[in-house]
């Protein structure tokens, strides 16, 4: 996989930290914007990286890359993605992949009429943790409720409530507490039990935004709870709960980094057991190592299967920002 990076952000910069660890993967080239050349030079250089661009569309005549990553802000990822889908790049592109539903559709239309490959660089997906949630499911008998907790104070909330409007918080930059923090329980969920019946969002609006929320999904036989919050914090938790067990996770579920099966048997003791089988590895390097072997090996079911977890996430934010009357410039 030879890849091209547009961004130079923090999650870059955590990319490429770990990158040398992943076989098969070649980055050829940083684009940024003008403004930011400096940094992306200083990037090239820590990072052994032959080429800062600054014209994405120069990028993409880069007959050397065949890959785009995309990690740019959230509002930008539509266009950055169309982009790259026309010159016949494969994309990863960060979460959330579009602002709404119809863009996802859009761009899935697109990829397969020029037969690349679309991804979205979510670690929840390929964290060997969730794999082995995943299987220890049935063990829990039927499960009843879950509930995810991602709840962390901000620390450009303060500026939002002077005034001073970041894109976190940037209903025009497809921001709030939805996209960025509850994105994630959403999408662990839907991994784990594919789409739910239906969909409810109660959230804290200021200034058009929201800043926290609780969103609900409803299952055949069980419900479950999503909060995200940026304006407030409390200990990030994920339950989930069957009739013969449950499981608990005490860290984001982008990293789980570790995870406790507790079991009740017949003489009402419980066992409880935790494990982690991360490996220690950088919570994104696993959804890497899984890119280069769909991207190099052409494995196009595999990844839509993956692309199909992102629609249905993409399904139901769209649907949770309209019962809130939360609307980006891109849903018009």
């Known amino acids: 996989m030879k890849l091209g990076i547009i961004g130079s952000g923090m999650i870059v910069q955590d990319f490429l ?24 030079k200083k990037l090239c250089n820590n990072y052994n990286i032959s080429t800062c661009y600054t014209n994405f569309d120069v990028m993409l005549k880069d007959e050397r890359i065949n890959v785009v990553y995309i990690a740019v802000p959230n509002h930008l990822h539509y ?5 790259s889908i026309k010159a016949n790049k494969h994309v990863i592109c960060e979460k959330p992949f579009t602002s709404n539903v119809k863009e996802m559709q859009s ?21 060997p943790n969730t794999v082995h949630i995943r299987q220890c499911l049935e063990k829990l008998g039927n499960i009843k409720i879950v509930t995810a907790n991602y709840s962390q104070y901000s620390s450009r909330y303060d500026d939002f409530k002077n005034g001073i409007i970041q894109p976190a918080f940037d209903p025009k930059m497809s921001g709030g507490a939805l996209m960025d923090l509850n ?32 969103l609900t999904l409803s299952y055949d036989a069980f419900k479950c709870v999503c909060i995200g919050a940026k304006d407030c914090k409390a200990p ?24 406790t099966v507790i079991m009740a048997n017949t003489t009402d003791q419980t066992m409880e057991c935790t494990y ?15 890119f280069v072997e769909m991207i190099d090996n052409k494995q196009y079911d595999k990844s839509r299967q ?16 309209n019962m809130a009357g939360i609307k980006f410039a891109s849903d018009i």
């Open 236 to 259: 990030t938790v994920t339950t989930i709960q069957g009739d013969k067990g449950c499981i608990t996770i005490r860290t984001p579920v982008n990293s789980i980094e570790e995870y």
């Open 107 to 127: 761009l899935i239309y697109l990829a397969k009429e020029k037969d690349v490959i679309l991804l979205e660089a979510v670690s929840t997906h390929y964290l």
């Open 79 to 83: 266009f950055f993605a169309e982009k």
């Open 183 to 214: 994105i994630y329980n959403i999408n662990f969920v839907v991994s784990l039990f594919g789409k739910p019946n239906a969909v409810n969002y109660e959230a804290n609006i200021e200034n058009g935004i929201d800043t926290s929320g609780i």
């Open 306 to 321: 993956m692309l199909e977890i992102s629609l249905i996430t993409m399904e139901i934010q769209t649907k949770a920002r």
């Open 17 to 40: 930290s770990f990158a040398p660890e992943i076989e098969g993967l070649e980055i050829m080239a940083i684009c940024v914007t003008p403004k930011s050349e400096e940094k992306g």
């Open 276 to 290: 982690n089988y991360n490996q220690g590895r950088h919570r994104m390097y696993h959804e890497f190592v899984a």
